[in-house]
């Protein structure tokens, strides 16, 4: 469960976007999520400094508050608020009976606009819909100067499909401050999300302060790196916890804690390593991956530490929920624990079929936890799914990401569950496109449109299922987020595809109209600095295009049919450059700059396809070694240039990659090393070559550079080579890139011929 190459961080850039609704993004109603029931009359509503605000409950007073504050940064038109109800230019919160949880309704009319509730949560999904009425520019900062505000007359009759509708956020892998959050819930509020999920404790980091225990921030809140610097200190004061959940609270969003038990756990282990079943020492992991040591569930001195744990975060997190992992948990220190195995006598606890003595040993762990929460606490548990090996009480609600089906039995069960599933999509840590030219990620693929097109509960599902699938998830897992931009470039526009998936009726789905609205909501996105996918130019996926002939044909896609622009005299592309066609013909050399075009002026980053053209191959050698000559130096490696002040400790023959690859590196120690040799080349042609690693050299000349995080991301170029014997030079750095070791992945390149 649970990199990216600086270069292809895609910032959305606004190209002439005016002030005005004439742009085709402001045409019709751009709602996301769709709303239940939308009845439409003649006629429109003209909001002016004429217009008063009245609402008639103090909680929602703030709800007032803000739609005139963005008014008047937007279009500089100031309107007050009144006493009581006006009949004419009006604008009404009221708190009225009648309705059920977060629904509400938005009434506009020619004199006015009214919005409807029965809870504070109504109030302001009813605000966040009449605020998508209003054309894109509301959301700009001077965006809508010196115009109208006009909105169509109409009625919503508007409710949440599900109760649970979540964005989990891994502060743990890469922190975000409390204004970058601050951020998302901005974001997430207004797409009607209503559970914000933060993922405080892994193996990575602690990043909450327990005032009982402050060694946890004091030595888990950073890590060393191969630079000799240091990841951190960072984590979140109980002060700015309750700040956090305040503001969320403001959104409509509740704040679920997570603090990962009996697994994942290693930073509680670092200051604490006699809660471990080895005792230790440890540090903080650098490398995201498996960890074998965790808690000892044989030592009760880790439950109590548990409770003082638990404690303090329930105090700070109001919500109803805490979510305690456990997920992923190694049993391989249990197997050998003399504590854990005395535990497990002491239980009577037996090899099963279908059930472990080390899975029943998590299962009462878990239990344990559960009941502390539920009794003393007052609360209610989340799980991952894997709480359920060995069993567990109906008491705890399952969190299913590996499997759904695995969500769709403990619902049948009679278990609350909640789906975040990774094969559908939901884990927002995925490619969004072609790996050759998005952001290294996880290795795995979710599209828009698949998040948005899962059919969490089908019509023909049971009773049972319906009443017990409460919410979908969608997660942000951040090994590969480094930064806010890159988090964001991750998480958006998928997340909307989520927010409209719980929030409205499956029935109701139109991917086409889907998109339509999208393009509206992409200038919102970018008018509040979110830096958010637009998919990128893919079809052709190498760096370059060797022409041998007199023309080439090249023809480009991207994920979802989106128009392209293009130049090709080394020129950035802007919304007025020359739309690609399907095929385009080149019969010269030149630099292609190509971005995908959405909502009338906002591009992708620019896909760069250099043009080159050649008549004389490379030239074969007469003769070649069959050998591969290594050598290996100590130390940390950036570039070519740093070759010149190795000295290599290592230098030998080996017969191929395989004698000497990723096995023989220990990813803790920094190291170099340098394989060069001679490749055949069965027939003259154009060959594309891939490779991971740092530096490809083919006949003397730099073809490949993976300077930044490579994880997931080969590139790929097109070389022109006669038959025959030709020499390579590849460099490897055995360092972690951005929470990945590189000698993870097999070193090598690979080539195929041109088509």
């Not at 509730?117 to 509301?138: H, M, N």
């Amino acid at each position: 469960m649970k990199k990216l190459f600086v270069y292809l961080i895609l910032t959305v850039f606004l190209v002439g976007c005016t002030s005005t609704d004439q742009h085709t993004y402001n045409s019709g109603i751009n709602i996301i999520p769709k709303p239940k029931n939308i009845n439409m009359n003649s006629g429109e509503f003209i909001l002016d400094n004429r217009v008063k605000v009245f609402y008639n409950n103090e909680i929602i007073h703030q709800y007032a508050d803000s739609l005139i504050n963005k008014i008047f940064l937007s279009s500089g038109i100031k309107i007050e608020t009144s006493p009581h109800k006006l009949k004419n230019k009006y604008i009404n919160f009221e708190l009225t009976e009648g309705f059920d949880a977060e629904e509400y309704i938005l009434e506009v009319n020619k004199n006015g606009i009214c919005i409807q509730a029965s809870d504070a949560g109504g109030i302001y999904y009813g605000l966040q819909t009449l605020i998508q009425l209003f054309p894109a520019e509301i959301d700009c900062k001077g965006g809508f100067k010196d115009s109208e505000y006009r909105i169509p007359c109409l009625r919503i009759n508007d409710y949440p499909t599900m109760a649970y509708r979540g964005v989990l956020i891994d502060v743990c892998r890469h922190f975000f401050t409390v204004s970058e959050i601050k951020k998302q819930i901005d974001i997430l509020g207004s797409l009607k999300i209503n559970k914000l999920h933060l993922h405080l404790t892994d193996n990575q980091g602690w990043r909450i302060e327990i005032k009982k225990y402050p060694e946890l921030t004091q030595y888990s809140s950073i890590a060393e790196t191969y630079n000799n610097k240091k990841y951190g200190p960072f984590y979140y004061t109980q002060t700015d916890i309750q700040d956090i959940v305040k503001y969320a609270n403001a959104h409509n969003i509740e704040v679920i804690p997570e603090i990962e038990f009996p697994g994942h756990s290693l930073s509680a282990l670092v200051p604490f390593p006699e809660l471990s079943c080895n005792g230790g020492p440890f540090v903080s992991e650098q490398v995201f991956g498996y960890e074998e040591n965790v808690f000892c569930v044989g030592n009760e001195n880790v439950y109590q530490f548990m409770q003082d744990v638990l404690t303090e975060v329930a105090a700070l997190f109001p919500s109803e929920y805490i979510h305690i992992g456990g997920d992923e948990c190694a049993k391989t220190m249990w197997k050998q624990c003399p504590k854990c195995q005395a535990k497990a006598r002491m239980l009577g606890l037996k090899a099963e079929k279908n059930k472990t003595i080390e899975e029943q040993l998590q299962s009462y762990a878990i239990h344990r936890i559960e009941q502390f929460i539920s009794t003393k606490l007052k609360k209610k548990m989340i799980g991952w799914h894997e709480v359920l090996e060995g069993g567990i009480n109906n008491n705890v609600t399952i969190m299913s990401w590996r499997n759904p089906q695995i969500g769709y039995k403990a619902a049948e069960e009679g278990h609350k569950v909640i789906l975040a599933p990774m094969p559908e999509g939901f884990y927002l840590c995925d490619y969004q496109g072609a790996v050759e030219v998005e952001p290294a990620a996880s290795g795995e693929f979710s599209s828009l449109k698949q998040i948005y097109s899962y059919n969490a509960v089908p019509d023909t599902s049971s009773i049972t299922l319906k009443k017990n699938i409460i919410g979908l998830e969608a997660c942000a897992w951040t090994e590969w987020c480094k930064d806010l931009s890159t988090l964001e470039y991750f998480m958006y526009p998928r997340v909307t595809a989520l927010a409209e998936n719980a929030w409205s009726d499956n029935k109701q789905k139109d991917w086409s109209d889907f998109q339509r609205r999208l393009n509206n909501m992409y200038v919102r996105l970018n008018y509040k600095g979110v830096n958010f996918h637009i998919p990128m130019p893919e079809g052709i996926l190498t760096q370059n295009v060797i022409i041998t002939h007199d023309t080439v044909h090249l023809c480009l896609n991207n994920s979802r049919a989106l128009p392209m622009v293009y130049t090709d005299d080394g020129t950035e592309p802007n919304k007025y450059s020359k739309i690609l066609p399907e095929k385009l013909i080149i019969n010269k050399a030149c630099t292609l700059k190509i971005a995908t075009l959405v909502s009338d002026c906002l591009l992708s980053s620019t896909r760069k396809i250099v043009v080159e053209k050649q008549s004389k191959p490379k030239k074969a050698l007469d003769k070649a070694a069959d050998k591969i000559r290594l050598q290996i130096a100590e130390g940390l490696y950036y570039s070519g240039n740093d070759i010149e002040n190795l000295i290599f400790t290592k230098d030998t023959l080996i017969n191929s990659f395989k004698d000497y690859n990723k096995e023989k590196f220990n990813f803790r120690k920094p190291s170099v090393a340098v394989y060069t040799g001679y490749f055949n080349i069965p027939e003259t042609g154009v060959y594309i070559f891939m490779s991971n690693d740092d530096e490809l050299w083919i006949d003397h000349e730099k073809i490949i550079t993976n300077p930044f995080s490579s994880r997931f991301n080969a590139n790929k170029k097109e070389v022109f080579l006669e038959k025959g014997y030709h020499q390579f030079k590849l460099i490897f750095a055995n360092r972690l890139k951005d929470g990945f070791a590189t000698c993870w992945y097999t070193i090598g390149f690979s080539y195929k011929k041109s088509i």
